[in-house]
């Protein structure tokens, strides 16, 4: 590859951009953990149906920026605690 060409992130920028886990624990069947993309145009990109007691633990990445949770859920991040039930 071309080192012109590439642009490589620093320490700092990487860690801004990606790194923060967060943990989604359902609390019905059914519900919908629906990742989103960084970027100019934000879409969908990749969703996942969580059974009623069901844990999935992610990471944003350089590629996912935000997520959307429907359904009833306990949402977990570095920030606190949030039920979607509430």
């Known amino acids: 590859m071309d080192s012109h060409n590439h642009k490589a992130n ?6 801004a951009i990606s790194g923060d886990y967060f943990v989604v624990k359902a ?3 059914g519900v ?7 970027g100019k145009d934000t ?9 009623k007691g069901e844990v999935l633990i992610a990471q944003f990445t350089d590629h996912t920026s935000a ?8 949402v977990m991040t ?3 605690v949030i039920d979607t039930d509430e």
């Open 67 to 74: 997520v959307k949770v429907r359904g009833k859920a306990i």
């Open 78 to 80: 570095k920030h606190g």
């Open 32 to 38: 919908t953990v629906i990742g989103l993309t960084r």
């Open 10 to 15: 620093s320490g700092d920028e990487q860690e």
């Open 27 to 29: 609390k019905e069947q």
């Open 43 to 51: 879409r969908f990109h990749h969703t996942e149906k969580l059974d």
